[in-house]
C-alpha cells in the first residue's frame, strides 16, 4: 500500500521569498507523483506531477518539484512566491498498477506582505 | 475538452435526514470515478471508487454508499445522515488508460 506524509501542516512565509513544501511516500512498488493546489472552497487544481524521466518537474505558477527515490520524497519548491500563492497544497502519489490516489494531509501556505 | 459537475455546492441537512451527492463527468468514456471527503483540517480521504458501470469499491466503512448508474455518473448516497458525515465532499475522474486524476468543484455538507 501507499501511503503520503506532509510534515507541515501550515507554512507561514513572506512575499518574495523562496519556499519548499516537503512530502514524503511510502511505496513497496515505483509510483506516480503529484502536486495539488486547493483554493478556498474550490477543488484540487494540478500543479505538476512525476511520472518517469527527469527527476525535476517543473509545473505552473513557477512551481516546481524535485523525485528522490533514494529519499522517498517529492518536495515543492518555488524561488519566490506572491500573494496569491496562498493555498493548500496537497502531495499525491498512485501506484503504477493500482486505481487509487493517495493524498497526504495537506500543508497550508500562508503568504504575507 | 473534458469537464466534471458537481452539485449541490452547498447542503445543510439534519441528523437523520437522506443525502445524495451527483457528480458527472463530460467528453470522455469509461472514466474511474472517485468520490473523497475532506473533512476540516485534514486531508483528502478516499470514500468509494469505480472503474465501471455498477462497479464500486469502498474504502473506509461508513455510514455512506455510491453508485455508478451510467457511465458518467456518480452518485454518493446516505440513508441517514450523522454530524461526523459533515465535510467537504469531492467528485474525480482520470481516462481509463490516464494517469491523471481531476477534480470537481465540491460540495459543502454541514449536518446539523
Known amino acids: 500500500a501507499q501511503s503520503v506524509t506532509q510534515l507541515d501542516s501550515q507554512v507561514p512565509v513572506f512575499e518574495e521569498a523562496p519556499v519548499e513544501l516537503r512530502c514524503n511516500y511510502s511505496?513497496?512498488?515505483?509510483?506516480?507523483l503529484f502536486w495539488y493546489v486547493q483554493y478556498p472552497n474550490q477543488g484540487l487544481q494540478l500543479l505538476l506531477k512525476?511520472?518517469?524521466?527527469?527527476?525535476l518537474v517543473k509545473g505552473i505558477n513557477g512551481f516546481e518539484a524535485e523525485f528522490n527515490k533514494s529519499q522517498t520524497s517529492f518536495h515543492l519548491r518555488k524561488p519566490s512566491v506572491h500573494i496569491s500563492d496562498t493555498a493548500e497544497y496537497f502531495c499525491a502519489v498512485r501506484g503504477f498498477n493500482f486505481n487509487k490516489f493517495y493524498f497526504g494531509s495537506g500543508t497550508k501556505l500562508n503568504v504575507k506582505p | 475538452s473534458q469537464t466534471i459537475h458537481q452539485w449541490p455546492a452547498t447542503l445543510v441537512q439534519p441528523v437523520g435526514s437522506p443525502l445524495s451527492l451527483e457528480c458527472t463527468v463530460e467528453g470522455t468514456s469509461n472514466p474511474n470515478l472517485y468520490w473523497y471527503r475532506q473533512a476540516a483540517g485534514r486531508g483528502l480521504q478516499l470514500l468509494f471508487y469505480s472503474v465501471g458501470i455498477g462497479q464500486i469499491s469502498s474504502e473506509v466503512p461508513q455510514n455512506l454508499s455510491a453508485s455508478r448508474p451510467q457511465d458518467r455518473q456518480f452518485i454518493l448516497s446516505s440513508k441517514k445522515l450523522l454530524l461526523s458525515d459533515s465535510g467537504f465532499y469531492l467528485c474525480a475522474w482520470i481516462r481509463s488508460s490516464g494517469n491523471t486524476i481531476y477534480f470537481g468543484e465540491g460540495s459543502w455538507l454541514t449536518v446539523v
Open positions: 512525476y511520472l518517469s524521466g527527469s527527476t
Open positions: 511505496s513497496s512498488v515505483s509510483v506516480y
